[in-house]
C-alpha cells in the first residue's frame, strides 16, 4: 500500500495565507497551492493563525502537529515577534530551536522563511526604518542560524527577482497578495525537489485586480483597526528605540555598528549574510 505523505504548515499570517482571500471567504496561501501540486498522496495540515508568535508555535500548535507524524513541516513565525514591545531574540531562538528540534527528530524535513524587509514597500519615517529592520534582521539571523544548525530548507525571499514588486504584495503591503503566495509556492516547490519530493509545477491563477476604492475600502475596515492595534503595543517601545537610534547618530557617526549583531556564525557566510551586515552598517 502506497505511504500517504502528511504536510504540517505552522505559524502566523504569513503561513495561514493573509492576502489570498478569495470571493467566498476563503484563505489559501502558499501552502495551499504547494499541496495540491504533489503528485502522491498529501495530508495537508496548516496550523498556523494570524498574530501568533513563537511561543504558540512551540506550546499549541507543534504538539497538535506531532500528533500526525508530519514528513513536511512549514515553521513561519517571527514577524509578531518583532511587532510587540519587549521583543527578545533569545527567547525567539529558542522558541523556534525547541519546536524544529522535535520536528526533526520526528524525521519531518522543514521549511523556513526569510522575512523581507517591509520598509521597501511600506514609507516609513527614517529612525523607525531603522528600529524595525533591526528587528526584523534580529529575526532573520535567528532564522538562517537555526536553517544551517538543522541542515533545514529555508526561503531566501529577498533573493527572489523583482520581490518587490507591487503585484507581489496584498494591499496592507506585509503580506505576499494572491499571485505572491503563488510565487512562494513555486520557490518552495524548489526547495523540496532538491529533497526528492515530486510536486508539478505551480500553475499561477488569475490574479483578479482590485479598484482604488476597494483598497481603501479594504484598508479602512482591516488595516485601520491592526494598526492602532499594534501602536498601542509597541509604540511605546519604538518612542524609546528611536530615542537611543537618534542618539547613536548625534553622536556616534563615526562609529560602526558591530557586523554581526545576533549568533555570530564561524562558518564561511553566504551572500545573505553579507548583504546584512552590509544593511546594518550602513543603515
Same mark, same amino acid.
Do not use: C
Given at each position: 500500500? $502506497?505511504?500517504?505523505?502528511?504536510?504540517?504548515?505552522?505559524?502566523?499570517?504569513?503561513?495561514?495565507?493573509? +492576502?489570498?482571500?478569495?470571493?467566498?471567504?476563503? !484563505?489559501? +496561501?502558499?501552502?495551499?497551492?504547494?499541496?495540491?501540486?504533489? *503528485?502522491?498522496?498529501?495530508?495537508?495540515?496548516?496550523?498556523?493563525?494570524?498574530?501568533?508568535?513563537? +511561543?504558540?508555535?512551540?506550546?499549541?500548535?507543534?504538539?497538535?502537529?506531532?500528533?500526525?507524524?508530519?514528513?513536511?513541516?512549514?515553521?513561519?513565525?517571527?514577524?509578531?515577534?518583532?511587532?510587540?514591545?519587549?521583543?527578545?531574540?533569545?527567547?525567539?531562538?529558542? #522558541?523556534?530551536?525547541?519546536?524544529?528540534?522535535?520536528?526533526?527528530?520526528?524525521?519531518?524535513?522543514?521549511?523556513?522563511?526569510?522575512?523581507?524587509?517591509?520598509?521597501?514597500?511600506?514609507?516609513?519615517?527614517?529612525?523607525?526604518?531603522?528600529?524595525? &529592520?533591526?528587528?526584523? #534582521?534580529?529575526?532573520?539571523?535567528?532564522?538562517? %542560524?537555526?536553517?544551517? =544548525?538543522?541542515?533545514? *530548507?529555508?526561503? /531566501?525571499?529577498?533573493?527572489?527577482? #523583482?520581490? @518587490?514588486?507591487?503585484?507581489?504584495?496584498?494591499?496592507?503591503?506585509?503580506?505576499?497578495?494572491? @499571485?505572491?503566495? *503563488?510565487?512562494?509556492?513555486?520557490?518552495?516547490?524548489?526547495?523540496?525537489?532538491?529533497? &526528492?519530493?515530486?510536486?508539478?509545477?505551480? =500553475?499561477?491563477? $488569475?490574479?483578479?485586480?482590485?479598484?482604488?476604492?476597494?483598497?481603501?475600502?479594504?484598508?479602512?475596515? &482591516?488595516? !485601520?483597526?491592526?494598526?492602532?492595534?499594534?501602536?498601542?503595543?509597541?509604540?511605546?517601545?519604538?518612542?524609546?528605540?528611536?530615542? /537611543? =537610534?537618534?542618539?547613536?547618530?548625534?553622536?556616534?557617526?563615526?562609529?560602526?555598528?558591530?557586523?554581526?549583531?545576533?549568533?555570530?556564525?564561524? %562558518?564561511? *557566510? %553566504?551572500?545573505?549574510?553579507?548583504?546584512?551586515?552590509? =544593511?546594518?552598517?550602513?543603515?
Amino acid at each position: 500500500m $502506497e505511504r500517504v505523505a502528511t504536510f504540517a504548515v505552522l505559524g502566523d499570517s504569513a503561513a495561514s495565507g493573509v +492576502g489570498d482571500t478569495d470571493s467566498t471567504g476563503t !484563505t489559501k +496561501g502558499w501552502s495551499y497551492y504547494l499541496a495540491k501540486h504533489f *503528485q502522491d498522496p498529501l495530508v495537508y495540515i496548516n496550523l498556523s493563525r494570524p498574530g501568533a508568535q513563537s +511561543g504558540e508555535v512551540l506550546e499549541d500548535q507543534l504538539p497538535k502537529a506531532l500528533i500526525h507524524n508530519p514528513d513536511i513541516t512549514a515553521v513561519i513565525v517571527g514577524g509578531n515577534d518583532a511587532l510587540r514591545n519587549g521583543f527578545d531574540p533569545d527567547r525567539l531562538h529558542q #522558541n523556534l530551536r525547541k519546536t524544529i528540534a522535535q520536528l526533526q527528530s520526528a524525521g519531518s524535513d522543514i521549511l523556513l522563511l526569510q522575512l523581507h524587509d517591509p520598509t521597501r514597500i511600506v514609507p516609513l519615517p527614517r529612525l523607525l526604518g531603522r528600529v524595525l &529592520n533591526r528587528r526584523i #534582521n534580529a529575526v532573520n539571523r535567528v532564522t538562517h %542560524s537555526l536553517a544551517r =544548525e538543522f541542515d533545514a *530548507q529555508i526561503l /531566501v525571499t529577498r533573493s527572489i527577482e #523583482n520581490i @518587490y514588486d507591487r503585484q507581489v504584495w496584498h494591499i496592507d503591503r506585509m503580506h505576499p497578495s494572491k @499571485y505572491g503566495h *503563488q510565487l512562494m509556492a513555486h520557490h518552495f516547490r524548489e526547495l523540496l525537489i532538491r529533497k &526528492n519530493w515530486r510536486i508539478d509545477p505551480i =500553475e499561477f491563477e $488569475e490574479t483578479p485586480t482590485k479598484s482604488k476604492m476597494d483598497s481603501i475600502i479594504w484598508m479602512l475596515r &482591516n488595516g !485601520t483597526p491592526w494598526f492602532l492595534k499594534r501602536s498601542f503595543d509597541l509604540f511605546p517601545a519604538a518612542i524609546i528605540l528611536m530615542t /537611543v =537610534e537618534l542618539f547613536k547618530v548625534v553622536f556616534f557617526t563615526q562609529k560602526p555598528e558591530p557586523a554581526t549583531m545576533y549568533y555570530p556564525e564561524f %562558518s564561511p *557566510q %553566504s551572500q545573505w549574510d553579507l548583504q546584512e551586515v552590509n =544593511e546594518e552598517r550602513v543603515s
